[in-house]
C-alpha cells in the first residue's frame, strides 16, 4: 500500500509550495508538515495502538485537515462530525463508530464525553511524516450517510479502496501539477471533500477552501477570479445559483471543472463552458460506497453531447470499477433497457459499517465474465447505450407509481423546464391523505399564474404525469453536503 | 437616498421574508443575530432587495454584505 507513503513524498518535495489557503491565509506544505507531525505526536501519547476510529470536528483550518494525514500515518481512520449537526445525530454516529478520541481544532473541546486532543494547543515537535505500516485492509474513514430508518449509516473506506480511486482519477487524465490551485468547496462529513484535499497533496499543489460564514456560490466565484483557480470539483447546484451572473464571469485560468453529486443539465453546461473558455468539463459520477467516483463523461464543446431528459450523461465506467445494469431479479437487461446500476471494483466499500441486515439487501455476489463478483446496488435507475455510456434516469425510487404508471420525475422535470425558460424545478412524489401517490411541482420563483406552465405540459405529458399541486420557492433549500434538499421539498406537500 | 430611508426599507424586506420585527437595525448586525436568516432566506432576502430598489447585485457585491452597514452602503452605490 503505497498511498501514504506518496502523500508523504509530496509534502516533503513540495515544501516550499503553498498547500492551503484559509479566508486568504496561505501556508505551505512545511507548514502543513509541522502540524501533521505535532499532532501526530499527540495522537501517540494519547491514543492506544489498538484504538482505530477517530472522530474528527469537521472545521476549516490547517489543523483539521493536518489532523487526517496525521491519522493516516499512524495507520488511522477518522469519523469526520460536523460541528452544526445535531448533538444526538452525531452521538450516533460516535456510538456505531465506537469512537472514543475526537480531534478538534476548535478553542474549546466540543464532546466532552470523549478523550478530546484540541489540534491547536499540541506542543511543537520535530517533522515526521514517516508513516507506520498500514495495509490495503486498513481502514481511512468512515462517512455516515442518512439512512432510511432514521439511523446513520456508516460507509468504511479502506486504504485500497481509496488507493483504487486515485489509481483510476490520474487514469482519467485531468492531471494537476504542483503549479495548480484546486477548489475544496465541500463540508468534510461529504466525501467529495476526499479527492477536493487528497489529488492536490498527492502534487504538490494549492488547495482553497470556503469559510463557513460565507456564501458558497459567490465566494467560489471570488476564488476563480482573484486566486486563477485551475481545478474545481463542484455540485450542479452551484451552478443553478450562478446562472443569472454567468455574464460577470470570465475565468481562462480554469483548465478543469468537474461536477459530481447530482444530475448536470446540458444547457446550463454549455452556458457555463462560456465562462470558462479554456477548461475541459466533466461529469463524473458515483456514491459514497464505491469511493468518490467511479464514471466519469468529459463534455464535448460545441459538439453533440448524450442527454437524457436533458441531463448528461454520467459516462463509461473508470478503471477499477465494473458496472451493470440489472433487473429487480439482479439478471443484466439488454442495452438500451431501463434498470438498477451496480457497481462493483476495488473502490468498493467492504460493506456497511456493523449492519449486516442492510449489507445483505444492497451488496449481492453474481457471476460475471467467469468470475463471482459482488456487486452493489446503486439506487440508481440507468440505461447504457451501444458505445457503453451511462444514461442516468433517477432514483429508483423517484420512479413512483402514479395510478399504476411508472413515472420518473426527471422527465416532468424536464418539461417543466423547457416551458419555463432557465426556471429551476423539483417534480417530487408525495403520498396524500389518502394513502395515494401525488405528484407535486416545485418551482424556484415567485408566484406566477402556472396555467400556461400546465397546458404546455398537458400538451407533452400524459394526464397522470401532470403535477396536481405547485408551490413555489424563491431559493431551493440545500442540504449540507450542498444539493437540492427534496426532503425539505416534499414538507411543502406534506403540509398540504 | 438617505440611510434611513434605506434602513426603513430593508427592515420592511426583513420583516416580510422572515415573518417577524426581533431585530435592531444598527450597522453590525449580521445575519447570525437575527432568527430565521440563514442561507436560504439571505437569497429571498436579497432578491427582495433587489426588487424593492430597482437595482441589482454583482456577484462581487455579495461578498460584501458583511452586515447591515456594508449592506447600506452598497445599495447607496447603486441608486
New interface residues.
Partial sequence: MNLVFDIQKSIEENYTNNAFCFSNTHYSYKDFAQVISDIRKAIRSSVKDDEINIGLIANDDIQTYASIIALWMEGKAYIPLHPDFPVGRNKMVIDQAEVKTVLDSSETEIFTECNTILTKQCNSSEINLTPVEVTDDDLGYIFFTSGTTGTPKGVPITFGNLSGFMDAFWELDYPITSEDRCLQMFELTFDLSVVSYLAPILKGACIYTIPK????Y??I??LMEDYELTFALMVPSILH??RP?FD??DCPAMKYSLFCGEALPLDVTEEWSTCIPNATIANVYGPTECTIFCTDYTFKRGKYNKTHNGVLTIGKDMKNTTTIIVDEDNNEVKEGENGELCLSGSQLTPGYWKNEEKNKETFFYKEYKGKNIRFYRTGDLCTVDKDGDILYLGRVDFQAKIQGFRVELSEIEFHAKAALDKINVAAIAFINSIHNTEIGLVIESEEFETKELLDELKNSLPQYMIPSQIKFM??F??NTNGKTDRKKLKELFNKG | METNIIKGKISGVLEAILEHTNFELHDELTAKDVDGWDSLSHMMIITKIEEEFNIRFKLRDLNKLKNLGSLVSVIQTKI
Avoid at chain 1, 460564514?213 to 458558497?216: A, F, Q, S, Y
Fill in positions: 460564514e460565507e456564501i458558497k459567490s465566494y466565484f471570488e445559483y450562478l451572473y460577470e464571469i424563491n431559493a433549500p440545500l
